[in-house]
Structures are given as C-alpha cells and as structure tokens.
C-alpha cells in the first residue's frame, strides 16, 4: 500500500510522519518546513506500507515550488491512499483541500488534528456526523501526543473512493 | 464530478452548520502576545529585541563563554604543546601538513590539519553551531518567523521579494544549504533565483559567524554590514534586470506553541551529528589539501599570477589567495587562515568580505546545482561581477576613507 | 457601507462581498470567499500587508492582494 500524508502547510504531517515511521523529518511551527517529500515505512496491521511526507498545500492549485512539488506527488501516484490531515480548529478550509483530493478519486482518511487547540478555543465538531456526510473515515488526533494515530492507520483499510454526489446528497444538496 | 470554487464552499458550509459549533472563546494571554508581536508599533521594537538578544547570546556563549573561556585554554595550552611534542619529524613535509609550525603558540596559527583543524572545528564552530540552532528552533517552534515575515514585508518588496524571504535568509545564516532548499516556500521562478543568488552570495554561514566573532571580534560588525549592504544593493539591481514577476505576499500566521524539549533537542542533536560527519571532515581535508598546495607551491604560484587582482584590485595581500581556495570547501576555515594573514585591519575587513561572496561553498554549490542548473549558472555569472564590483568597491571605499 | 479590504481599519469587520476574478482561486485554499466574515488584525505601514483573522486562522496578504477584495462593513 501507498500512503501520502497531505493537508494544509503546518498542520502536523511531519509529526504524524515521525511517529509512523520512526524517521527523523523537521517539524516547525510555521508554514513551509517541508518543502520536498520524503519516503519512509510503516506498519499497518503487520502488513508493511510506504508512507510520503508531502509539503503542505493549502489546494491543488500550487502557488509555489513547495506546493507544486504537493500536488506533483499527489498525480504521480493515482493508487495511493491519501491521510489528509486538517486543523481541527480551522476545519472548513481544511475541508476544502479534502473535497479537492476526493474529486480525483483518492480513497482518504481525515484526521481532525490539533484537537487539543480546538477543545482549548471551545471548538466542537460532531465527528460522526461529519463522517457520516463526507462517507469517509474521520479520527480526531493529537500528533504531538500520539493521541488517535493508532486508530487513524487502522481506518486506512475502509478508506474508498468516494461520489461527490453522496456528499451533497448527504449535506442536503447545493443551493 | 468536480465541483467549482463556489459549489465546494457552499456544500462547506452546509457540511459546516451540520457538525461544528464554535463555543464561547475567551482570549488569551498567548494571543495577546501574538498580536502585539504582529503590530507595528509593539512588534517592530519587539522583533529588533528578539535579534539582538539572538545575537548577543549567540557571542557570548559560543565566543566568550566556551571558546575563550575553555577551549582556547585546551587547546593551546594542552592540545597543541602536546601534538607539537609527540609527532615525530618536525620540520618534515608530514609534520609541516598534519602539526604545521613547530614553534607556533597558538592554535590558529599552526595552520596544521589536526592541531588548527580540531581547534577551528571543535573549538570554534562547534560551540557556535550549538547555541545557533539551539535558539534558532526556538524562533521556529515558538511560532516567530512568520510575525518576523509580516514586519519585514515592505522592506524586501524594494529587492522584489516578500516578508516569507526571510524564512530562508534565517535558515542560510546557520547554513546555506537549507536555506537554499527552503527558496521552494516562494512563488515565482524570479522571486526564488534572487534568493538563491543572495543567500549564495551575500548570507554567512553559522560557522562562518562563529569564527569572525573569535578572530576579529573588533572588525566583524564592518563584515557583516558590507554584506548587508550588498544584499539589499544586488537585490535591488537583480529585481529591476531579472523578468518575471513577484506576487504579493500570502501567508498563514500560526499562533504560538510552547517549544517542546524534545523536538528542540532533536533538531539540536541533528545539527551536531551532521556536523561531525560533514563539517569536521570538510575542515579536516580542507586544511590538508591547503597544506599540500602550499608545499608543493601552488598557492605562491596563484598568488604571484592573481597578484594584481589581488593588490591593486581587491586592495588585499597575495597571500590571501591560499584561504581563498580553501573557502571552496569551508568558509570557516577560510576566516581562520587569513586571521594569520599579517595585514592592515581594512584589508582583514576586504579580505573576510571577498573568502564570504566569492564563491558558495561545494555542500552550497551541489545544492544549487540540485534546485536547477540554469538557476546556478545564472546565479555564478551574478557572483562573478559582484565579486569584482563589490570588492573594488569596498577597496576604493578603504581608499577614499584612507583606510586601505 | 463597502469598502476594500486594504482600507478597513484595526479592529473593523465584514464579510466579504467581491474577489478579483483572478485572485479567488488563489486565496479560497486559505478560506478567504465570499461571503466569509473576516476581522482587521494590523495593517504594517509603508505599503506593508494587512493581516487578517478569518475563523481562527490568522492570515497577511500583501496590499496588492488586498485591494482586490470587497468587504461590507459590519455597523
Ligand atoms: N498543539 C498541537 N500542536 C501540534 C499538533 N500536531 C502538530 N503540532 C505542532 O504543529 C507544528 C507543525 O507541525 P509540522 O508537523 O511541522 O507541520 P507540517 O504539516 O509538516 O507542516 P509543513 O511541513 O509546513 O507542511 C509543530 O510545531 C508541531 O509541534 C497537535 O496535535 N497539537
Ligand atoms: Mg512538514
């Protein structure tokens, strides 16, 4: 299996990246740090999977080299599995990256990261009902604390393409 | 199906009123301070506290405190007598390489791979590189470099880049090579080759700093403001020449985080490591191949041919030539060779100038190389005329000053 | 009343009635839309960016970028 860690720049996917592969990637609190993609591996179920650091990207519409270098990764491996990794505190942008990547058809897990900051601002979200719309697998994770990874990879298996239609049915439909 | 921009956030928010309240938020002190560190009239004065203190921990630990205060004392008082004393064959070529000057009484000026190697690489750069990514992953973890970005904005616009610049211009002053990797967070094709080509030219190194403020403490400031200056001038021109375009500035400003030890020592840790595998050797081999050039008279040779540009143009000794070739592989080295260098403290000032923009290191040099190599060479035929401008400049600048 | 968004004021709001053509594909990634309240943090001078809070997340946009988004101020 294929796996690439995507979402916006600064949202904890090099720490996520850490903890699953046991490599050693820089992880800072600005935008940016990763600039080029790195490969490592991990365990999913005893079963051995490639997992990709990929720069942050705030859509598929790069704006520069890091970005493109995102996006690139993501068209390169049209079988991957995608781990789309949003700032549980600034959910609607984040939810704007995972529909882009769902419309290509790449099977996803979310990870709502951050959840500690957003209990901290009083930020509540109902994941199964946000679960329930999106029909995909959606964990709420700390990845400074390792708090939700173990589930996160576990739900990799159920991840499958999905129809934007379902998700708009599921929302109530567009206005 | 694909949804276009106004389908997606509509069916956003839809998604949004179904599963998210946002509760009551009482602000905190966190976000107090980050926006006083964000506007201008708190965050200006706050950032110019931040990069003194940044500067003056920085030569106090690695210069004061554990250079002067302990390794000068090791090594010159132990380390050299000690070398000097058991290597047998002194005065021969093998000695003269690995011990250097038999009677020398300093560290530096032996100029032997292991008694001035260990000494500028242990003794100087390695307490320096230590404090500087020590509070460099501060600035970084804590969530700093994009309010830095935001206060900084207007002035990098006049070289035709923005505020997120000095992302990779921090990054360069512990070492050009992620500073260079790091030119990616910009936009357009020119806005990143100014950058590389500044960073290339103009951007000390940690090591390089650290050695300046051992060996000329007193004349470093004159360094470090040529180099300033020139960054600005270059970008300037490069901005008004080089075609293409430099968008706005669009970035997101985290709130800060508490550093965690753990990552803090890591990124630390990670530093030292590549600095006994990369650095140490580089200097190592750079103060031997110097060595060997000098026995077997190449470096006299260069000298003697390029004395022209080197007197007359450059305002400096002939011998500079010798850590001039040893730049290629380490600035720092470079700095240490020439403080034993007998000139003028206006040529020590044109001769630190010229070993830091002549030419980017070979890890620099291979990494700009890796970027794109039309970018490079574009880069390299830059560095060639600003050498030469620059450094007349600065030559007829020490004349006119009287000076030179 | 509005305005752009480079000229509103510390401290002001509203919500975002018009982006340049050219410019909404760049800044949607960051949740910058239509429709969107957004709240003036800073504006640095000489031409600096302005910076902004959109939701939670604070973000700068050059003055450039910033002319070209319409705001409705909130009264
Ligand atoms: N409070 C909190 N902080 C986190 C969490 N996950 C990551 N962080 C912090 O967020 C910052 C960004 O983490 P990174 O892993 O570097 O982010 P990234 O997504 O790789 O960012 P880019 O490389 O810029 O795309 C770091 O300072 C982390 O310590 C979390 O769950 N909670
Ligand atoms: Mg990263």
């Not at chain 1, 600005?30 to 993609?37: C, L, R, S």
């Not at chain 1, 984040?94 to 996803?108: D, F, K, Q, R, T």
């Not at chain 2, 750079?286 to 260069?302: E, H, M, Q, R, S």
């Not at chain 2, 206006?346 to 190599?373: D, H, N, R, W």
Request: one cysteine or more; proline letters at 5%.
């Amino acid at each position: 299996m294929n796996v690439l860690l995507m979402g916006h720049p600064n949202v904890g996917k090099s720490v996520f990246f850490n903890r699953l592969t046991g490599a050693n990637v820089t992880e800072s609190n600005y935008p940016g740090t990763t600039v080029d993609f790195t490969k490592g591996w991990m365990k999913i179920d005893g079963e051995d999977a490639e997992l990709v650091d990929v720069p942050g990207t705030f859509s598929l519409d790069p704006k520069d080299k890091a970005e493109e270098v995102a996006v690139a990764m993501l068209h390169e491996n049209k079988d991957a599995k995608v781990i789309c990794v949003i700032d549980a505190s600034k959910i609607e942008r984040g939810v704007y990256l995972a529909l882009e990547i769902l419309e290509e058809g790449y099977p996803m897990v979310i990870a709502l990261n951050m959840w500690d900051a957003a209990v901290d601002k009083n930020i509540l979200i109902d994941i199964n009902n946000l679960q329930r719309i999106l029909g995909v697998p959606v964990v709420s994770t700390v990845a400074i604390s390792g708090e939700g990874i173990k589930e996160l990879t576990l739900k990799l298996k159920e991840a499958k393409p999905i129809k934007i239609e379902d998700i708009v049915k599921n929302a109530g439909g567009l206005t | 199906m694909k949804l276009t921009i106004d389908q997606r956030w509509d069916l956003i928010d839809k998604i949004a009123k179904q599963t998210v309240t946002f509760g009551e938020y009482r602000h905190t002190l966190k976000d107090a301070i980050g926006e006083l560190t964000i506007k201008p009239f708190t965050g200006i004065p706050i950032a110019i506290a931040v990069m003194y203190a940044f500067w003056s921990i920085f030569s106090s630990f690695a210069g004061t405190l554990f250079t002067d205060g302990f390794m000068v004392k090791l090594f010159d008082g132990h380390f050299l007598p000690w070398m000097q004393d058991i290597f047998p064959g002194a005065g021969g070529w093998l000695y003269y390489i690995i011990v250097g000057d038999p009677l020398a009484n300093n560290s530096f000026e032996a100029l032997g791979v292991l008694t001035s190697g260990f000494f500028v690489a242990i003794g100087v750069v390695l307490p320096a590189i230590f404090i500087f990514y020590l509070m460099l992953a501060l600035l970084e973890d804590m969530g700093y470099m994009p309010r830095l970005a935001v206060l900084i904005d207007t002035v990098l616009h006049r070289i035709g880049l923005h505020g997120y610049a000095i992302v990779p211009t921090i990054l360069s002053l512990g070492c050009n090579v992620p500073g260079v990797a790091a030119t990616r967070i910009l936009e357009t094709k020119k806005q990143r080759f100014i950058m590389m080509t500044l960073l290339a030219i103009f951007i000390p190194c940690g090591a390089q700093i650290g050695i300046m403020e051992e060996v000329i403490p007193d004349t470093m400031g004159w360094v470090l403001l040529y180099l300033i200056t020139g960054y600005f001038i270059f970008g300037y021109i490069l901005n008004k020449i080089v075609p293409g375009k430099s968008p706005e500035f669009l970035i997101d400003v985290p709130p800060y985080r508490k550093p965690m030890i753990s990552n803090l020592s890591k990124k630390v840790w990670g530093r030292i490591v590549g600095f006994f595998k990369v650095a140490l050797p580089f200097v190592l081999l750079g103060c031997g191949i110097v060595n060997v050039l000098y026995l077997v008279g190449f470096i006299d040779w260069v000298g003697n041919v390029f004395s022209p540009v080197f007197v007359l143009w450059f305002g400096v000794p002939e011998a500079t030539a010798g850590p001039l070739i040893a730049a290629f592989l380490r600035k720092d080295l470079a700095v240490a060779q020439l403080s034993v260098i007998e000139m003028t403290p206006y040529q020590m000032i044109s001769a630190v100038v010229l070993v830091s923009i002549y030419f980017p290191c070979v890890a620099t040099f291979a990494m700009m190389i890796k970027e794109g190599v039309k970018e490079m060479l574009g880069a390299l035929a830059v560095l060639f005329v600003v050498v030469f401008l620059y450094g007349g400049l600065i030559h007829l600048i020490g004349i006119l000053l009287g000076v030179a | 009343m509005e305005k752009k968004l480079s000229e509103m004021k510390y401290e002001e709001e509203g919500i975002v009635t018009d982006i340049e053509e050219t410019l909404r594909k760049k800044v949607a990634g960051m949740g910058i839309r239509v429709g969107k309240r957004l709240k003036m943090i800073t504006k640095q001078p000489v031409k600096g960016p302005v910076v902004v809070a959109v939701d939670e997340a604070i973000t700068s946009l050059g003055l450039d970028v910033a002319e070209k988004i319409i705001v409705e101020m909130k009264s």
